[in-house]
């Protein structure tokens, strides 16, 4: 009989537990929530990855000046605070918006219900943030669609 390497016979466990995991995952992702309509479409405008409408720009502003990226990652991929790219595929935009206002304070993100650029564009976080899980937005760093772009 063959044996296989310890190491070699963990990173095969988690591979097939990665693959288990996502197929669950999109899987919970493709249905509907019970009770609720098929999909609406998403909260902000983009084009050729990066361009985007100004309420979404006016997002990515926020986060930048909240310094969000500095327990988010530059690219919200995580760091010493969760990954916005996976953490926003389920989280509801009411959910989103608890976290933001009280913060997180046993996990170390704190309550940004005083930060007036924040709380002023809610909608625009949500849908920058929306659409780079979504994979929409490709680029951490957008700029902002021009009026007769958003007419097209």
């Not at 509801?92 to 933001?100: G, N």
Request: with cysteine; proline share 5%; charged share 25%.
């Amino acid at each position: 009989m063959t044996r296989i390497h310890p190491s070699l016979r963990t990173l095969v466990v988690l591979v097939v537990a990665g693959s288990l995991i996502a197929a669950s995952h999109t899987r919970a992702q493709d249905k509907p929530a019970e009770g609720k309509a098929a999909a609406l479409p998403p909260p902000y405008k983009v084009v050729d990855g990066f361009y985007v409408d100004p309420v979404t720009m006016n997002g990515f502003r926020a986060w930048r000046a909240a310094a969000c990226d500095r327990c988010h990652g530059a690219y919200q991929q995580g760091l010493v605070g969760p990954s916005l790219l996976v953490g926003m595929k389920t989280l509801s935009k009411e959910d989103f918006i608890k976290t933001v206002t009280e913060g997180r304070l046993d996990k170390g993100m704190p309550s940004f219900k005083t930060s007036k650029m924040i709380t002023d564009n809610f909608d625009g976080l949500y849908a920058y943030l929306k659409g780079r899980s979504n994979g929409d937005i490709t680029q951490y760093r957008v700029r902002e669609l021009k009026e007769r772009e958003l007419k097209e």
